[in-house]
């Protein structure tokens, strides 16, 4: 069997499993809504703390390909403007990150706080607790991996209807140029990526780390570079990867993947 039908598997069982118990798809959430989750989430969220007792500092072995994490730290489920995308990879224990790593993204998220007040980030999947494959990711193997939700615009405006779907957010498909296939008035917010992005080498770099690489669809290079903040990654040199099989290049049309790496 290949890659790309075990994967095809993979997620089909992931949607009958999920199909009984997650959010509607085609209702409409709005912020207010995605916010009640979080207030409906605080049984998770004691999941959460009480999994977070190790202090003991994480330790990423090997690559993020092929290799394992120690010490990995359950990221939780939601922040003031954040929420983990899927309860479902949650309980699964897909959200461990390294300390440095997940350090990074919660002050990543500060900073955003700060500057768009108004809008909600999604968090997708990042590694087990002691890392090794995460099916059917390539990556995500020693906690230094992070996949991230596109923010979106409808009609202009901060649209989160389709950021509550749980992990059937990976089946999306949009064009080339960002736009939802099923509905072309709801597009990518590029410039909010491209400052995202740029704040999470920023937060990583106060640390002593660096974003080793972004992986986003190829296609999607000319919509980021364009914006104001994209500019500035491009003179950051904020390395992207240049050439990606088909079907990693699919799936990253609906959120971009960062792998960290120490300076
Ligand atoms: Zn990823």
């Not at 009984?20 to 959430?29: G, L, Y």
């Not at 207010?32 to 072995?61: C, G, H, R, W």
């Not at 003179?235 to 300076?263: M, P, T, W």
Request: proline share 3%.
């Amino acid at each position: 069997m290949n890659q790309a039908f075990l994967s095809t598997l993979f997620f089909s069982l992931l949607f009958v499993s999920l199909s009984s118990c997650s959010q509607n798809f085609e209702s409409k959430k709005s912020l207010t809504s995605a916010k009640k989750v979080n207030t409906d989430s605080l049984q998770i969220q004691q999941f959460y703390k009480s999994e977070d007792t190790l202090n003991s500092p994480s330790e990423s072995i090997g690559t993020v390909g092929r290799g394992s994490l120690k010490n990995g730290k359950i990221f939780p489920f939601y922040g003031p403007n954040f929420t983990y995308f899927a309860q479902e990879s949650y309980r699964s224990k897909r959200a461990y990150t390294s300390d440095a790593v997940r350090r990074i993204i919660l002050n990543g998220y500060d900073q955003l706080l700060r500057a768009h007040p108004d809008r909600h980030f999604y968090l997708m999947e990042l590694s087990h607790q002691k890392g090794g494959k995460l099916y059917p990711h390539h990556t995500h193997q020693n906690g230094l991996s992070a996949d991230f939700m596109m923010p979106k615009l409808k009609s202009g405006k901060p649209d989160y209807t389709l950021d509550t779907i749980g992990l059937m957010h990976y089946f999306l498909t949009f064009d080339n140029e960002g736009r939802y296939e099923k509905d072309k008035n709801i597009a990518i917010d590029f410039n909010l990526v491209a400052e995202h992005i740029y704040i999470l080498s920023q937060e990583a770099e106060k640390l002593g780390w660096t974003i080793e690489k972004v992986i986003i669809k190829l296609e999607y290079k000319d919509e980021l570079f364009a914006t104001t903040y994209g500019q500035k990654l491009q003179k950051k040199g904020i390395y992207f990867a240049q050439r990606l099989s088909k079907e990693v290049n699919d799936i990253h049309d609906d959120h971009f993947h960062i792998d960290f790496k120490k300076q």
